[in-house]
């Protein structure tokens, strides 16, 4: 499973490069502001730096709706790096835009999918990757680790080639479900990737080990 860490914060992205597990990253124009970066020039600086740090396929988010805007702005960005994947929400142009892409080797990612239809529209379409999102489904007292389940199965049924980019992974225990279902993909904050180091018992273990250890170089 690839893990892709989902913020645009340059130093976040860079510790999880560093940890050696980073495969990608997802940005959104929520994550951009956030990091106080506003202004078509000023993110599309921003792609470039991520693009200098890692290694791996890196989603940049279109903002247009429609069907030409989508493709423009789309055409744009993939020619800013070979690692860029065009971002693409589930909406109707959304979905035709990411048919042109397909057939032009552009790499998609279709986004704010919420359902098992929307993602076979997806994968129909020709999509990269689809990112259903499970932390707000579970907001909404749906279970999101069970719509990725149900999408994995139904793109092994046919062969899909699509990615299950597992999307809004809230804790280390969506991170692990996500592992037992099958996803391709998650994208999550650095602080649920750094959370799989952690557990009480390796704590205990090595504080004895280091306190043993010192007991006999006296």
């Known amino acids: 499973m690839k893990f892709f860490i989902d913020t645009a914060n340059l130093q976040e992205i860079q510790e999880a490069h560093d940890l050696g597990v980073l495969d990608g990253v997802t940005t959104n124009p929520s994550l951009m502001a956030k990091e106080g ?4 020039d000023n993110v599309i600086a921003h792609y470039k ?17 429609d069907f030409d805007g989508i493709v423009r702005e789309g055409e744009f960005l993939a020619e800013l790096h070979p690692n860029i994947v065009v971002k693409v929400p589930m909406i109707r142009d959304g979905v035709k835009a990411i048919r042109y892409f397909s057939e032009k080797g552009i790499k998609t990612n279709c986004t704010l999918v919420f ?7 997806a994968a129909k379409a020709g999509a990269t990757y689809v990112s259903p999102f499970i932390g707000r489904l579970d907001d909404i007292s749906t279970d999101g680790i069970q719509l990725i389940e149900q999408i994995v199965q139904i793109y092994s049924n046919y062969g899909y080639q699509t990615q299950v980019l597992a999307a809004s992974v809230r804790h280390v225990m969506h ?3 996500c592992a037992e279902v099958g996803a391709d993909v998650v994208t999550c904050p650095l602080n649920v990737i750094t959370g799989l180091l952690k557990h009480p018992l390796t704590d205990i273990g090595l504080e004895k080990f280091l306190a043993d250890h010192a007991k006999g170089n006296k």
């Open 175 to 177: 991170l692990v479900q």
């Open 115 to 121: 359902s098992a239809g929307q993602a076979i529209l």
């Open 37 to 40: 970066i506003f202004g078509h």
């Open 49 to 65: 730096q991520i693009s200098e740090i890692v290694d791996g396929d890196i989603s940049a988010e279109v903002i247009a709706t």
